[in-house]
């Protein structure tokens, strides 16, 4: 199979920048394009699910540039309040109506784990997606997967015409039994499907870690840090495309700095990514990558990411900045302490997160 990628970083659409009305800044966004295409790139990744991308990519992309010039990607998401068969299957209607992209080179049936991944077969999409290639509305599809290794192989097995994997692999995730990023990757590799990186820089967190594992980087020199979890990701073998959710034109511009002639890590430098598992393995902050996904169905309109971000930034921060930023970002919205403990953000967490513990104990730390 030919993919069309010629160049390992792919453009991540879920956070662009945004102006101060909540809507994206599609002028900064058109910036960012240009400057990815300059530098070579082609995969744009996108969702259903993505609030505004799909239009953003449209006046930032679709309507600038020849169509064969680039790679889109979006996918179909069939859990989440309203779904059925019917609204499922329209959504790539609404997605190529969104973009005006005529077609898609990769869909993907859209973060498959244990609580959704029924959804698919029942809703018949295993299927309608080969249909939709049929009549040349996708060229490629694939799943996103947030779950078991288990899992992973059952569905490659009952599914081998599945032409790729979009999996969460980060040096953070690489051996963590929540995550299995190593593993999942492995399964994909032995079934011979090409794997695309999402969170390589898990949503952020590694592109501003803990000050541990800053020491360590800081040791080698002033690249960022996100340029060593992006680089880790691109190493490994049965790569196609490494995503950078970029939100500035500043990320773009550190992202092409060393993935436009990208060179694998040394021997060396791989040695460094240990050193920083290892401070990682120490620290015990909430390893929470603000999809929201959890906050969609919430009955309390709890910000549960934003909440987790407070109480893993508090160390070393006076408590009364710490109450503040708690107050600020709850300001309007559920707190910790209301949570019914009904469930549905544990069902939907990617990370798998035993997040109505943690939400208490956040209610202990900051609701005085």
């Known amino acids: 199979m030919n993919f069309i990628p010629e160049k390992i970083l792919g453009f991540g659409l879920m956070r662009l920048p945004r102006l101060d009305d909540g809507t994206i800044d599609v002028p900064q966004t058109s910036e960012m394009v ?26 930032a992309l679709v309507e600038r540039y020849p169509r064969e010039s680039y790679t889109l990607t979006t996918k179909l998401i069939a859990f989440g309040e309203g779904k059925n068969e019917e609204t499922t299957k329209q959504e ?43 009549k040349g509305l996708i060229r490629h599809y694939g799943f996103s997967f947030h779950a078991d290794p288990d899992l992973l192989e059952e569905l490659l097995e009952a599914h081998p015409d599945v032409e790729f994997v979009q999996l969460q692999i980060n040096y953070a995730d690489w051996e963590n039994p929540g995550v299995s990023g190593r593993k999942n990757w492995e399964i994909c590799k032995k079934h011979g499907k090409p794997v695309i990186v999402m969170e390589p820089v898990k949503g952020g967190i590694l592109a501003d870690p803990i000050d541990s594992v800053k020491a360590v980087f800081d040791r080698e020199g002033s690249a960022s840090y996100a340029s060593w979890a992006v680089r880790f990701a691109a190493s490994q073998d049965n790569i196609l495309s490494v995503l950078s959710g970029m939100s500035s034109l500043a990320q773009m511009e550190d992202n092409l700095s060393y993935m436009k002639d990208f060179v694998p890590l040394s021997a060396h430098e791989m040695e460094v990514i240990k050193e920083a598992q290892q401070a990682l393995d120490e620290d015990k ?84």
């Not at 790139?41 to 505004?52: K, L, P, Q, S, V």
């Not at 709890?302 to 893993?312: G, L, R, S």
């Open 34 to 59: 240009d400057r990815f295409m300059e530098a070579g790139g082609t995969y744009f990744d996108t969702a259903f699910a993505y609030e505004g991308s799909e239009e953003a990519i449209r006046k």
């Open 92 to 134: 790539i209607y609404t997605s190529l109506e969104r973009t005006g992209a005529g077609y898609f080179d990769y869909y993907l049936l859209h973060a498959l784990q244990r609580s959704n991944y029924k959804n698919y077969k029942k809703f018949g999409l295993w299927e309608y997606v080969k249909e939709l290639k049929e």
């Open 285 to 368: 902050s909430i390893q929470c990558t603000s999809c929201h996904y959890c906050t969609k169905g919430c009955p309390m309109g709890i910000p549960i990411p934003e909440i987790f971000n407070v109480e893993n930034r508090k160390k070393g921060s006076p408590e009364f900045r710490t109450l503040r930023e708690y107050s600020i970002v709850t300001q309007g919205k559920g707190k910790a302490g209301e949570c019914i403990e009904c469930g549905q953000c544990e069902s939907a967490c990617p990370q798998h997160l035993p997040i109505i513990r943690l939400l208490a104990e956040c209610a202990k730390n900051f609701e005085k």
